[in-house]
């Protein structure tokens, strides 16, 4: 079945003023479409045509070479932003605050604190700051429940760990990511990511990523 565009769970001016409405208009309809048509083509008429977008991820591998870079380009962008819509909503709709149960006691065994100094949000902070030029910072699951964070250039993705080794990041289940193209904040924060990185938070959907969490277990 081929990719489809998936509707935001949420207006465009929701995430206002941590998100603009324009940034969220572009990077929805524009970008996330253009990773699914591009994929769309590219995966037509391979044995993973009809394959879901977690799969191709896994499967690189087995993706004809003169196609392999643009279905790990666009295939992998439509995975990320996918999973970013999801764990994204409005503070009134509970996006922002603090994780509970299991995975705040993942976190907090994992890097000492949630949102103490040198704990997770700092670290992950650094993960989405630090990295060079377009990509990904990731919290991801590892056997057993272990919480990890990492990231990945463009739009690579801890999914395909076995098909491109390091530049996969950590290789768990990701349950939390944060674009961090420029084409996700630009509009509003210029060259601020920083900024960006520490607006996002207030739009972090926690319920959601503790199910992603539960599952990932």
């Known amino acids: 079945m081929a990719f489809v565009l998936p509707s935001l769970p949420y207006a465009f001016n929701a995430l206002e003023p941590h998100i603009d409405a324009r940034t969220m208009e572009i990077h929805h309809g524009k970008h996330h479409q253009a990773y699914v048509n591009n994929a769309n083509n590219a995966l037509a008429g391979t044995a993973l045509a009809a394959a879901d977008a977690a799969t191709v991820c896994r499967s690189l591998r087995d993706v004809p070479a003169d196609k392999m870079t643009v ?4 295939a992998g962008g439509h995975w990320n932003h996918s999973l970013f819509w999801e764990v994204m909503a409005p503070p009134s709709a509970g996006g922002g605050g603090r994780p509970g149960g299991a995975l705040l006691a993942a976190i907090e065994q994992a890097f000492g604190s949630f949102d103490g100094a040198g704990g997770f949000k700092e670290k992950f902070a650094a ?45 768990g289940a990701p349950i939390l990511g ?5 084409h996700a904040y630009y509009l509003h924060y210029q060259n601020r990511r920083p900024d960006y990185v520490s607006a996002w938070w207030n739009v972090v959907n926690w319920g959601k990523v503790g199910e992603l969490y539960a599952k990932a277990k």
């Not at 279905?71 to 666009?74: G, M, S, T």
């Open 71 to 74: 279905v790990r380009n666009n």
């Open 178 to 182: 944060l674009d961090v193209w420029e």
């Open 127 to 171: 993960a989405a700051a630090g990295r060079f030029g377009s990509g990904w910072a990731w919290l991801c699951v590892q056997p057993g429940g272990k919480v990890e964070i990492c990231s990945t250039a463009n739009q690579d993705n801890p999914l395909m760990k076995n098909a491109i080794g390091d530049a996969a990041g950590c290789g």
